[in-house]
Nanobody, 123 residues
Framework: QVQLVESGGGLVQAGSSLRLSCAAS????????MAWFRQAPGRERDFVAG????????DYADSVKGRFTISRDNAKNTVYLQMNSLKPEDTAVYYC????????????????WGQGTQVTVSS
């Protein structure tokens, strides 16, 4: 029902910035809570940031708070993740996720996922 496509990943040096985008299909984007998760090889898929349907509430993992900002543009059916002051430990595949339920930090509560975009931060 919902198709998600991430873009904006790349290879950058520590301390630099990237902005990830997640474009969603359909005309009911504003009904979904959105989130970003990330997964490194051999590790679990972890919550990064989430945003409520009307963008009135945002949540961040402690490891990225103060450095990353999640936002959404419902007119463009797009959610963004602005990543500043990147660190090598931010290296992972970043996934966009959507859910009709309330915002959550648990990956299993999200019904729709993108294919992911690679972010690599060198030291």
């Amino acid at each position: 029902q919902v198709q998600l496509v991430e873009s904006g990943g790349g290879l950058v040096q520590a301390g630099s910035s990237l902005r990830l985008s997640c474009a969603a299909s359909g005309r009911t984007f504003s009904s979904y809570a959105m989130a970003w998760f990330r997964q490194a090889p051999g590790r679990e898929r972890d919550f990064v940031a989430g945003i409520s349907r009307g963008a009135m509430r945002t949540d961040y993992a402690d490891s990225v708070k103060g450095r990353f900002t999640i936002s959404r543009d419902n007119a463009k059916n797009t959610v963004y993740l602005q990543m500043n002051s990147l660190k090598p430990e931010d290296t992972a595949v970043y996934y966009c996720a959507a859910d009709l339920g309330p915002s959550s930090v648990v990956a299993g509560t999200y019904d729709y996922w993108g294919q992911g975009t690679q972010v690599t931060v060198s030291s």
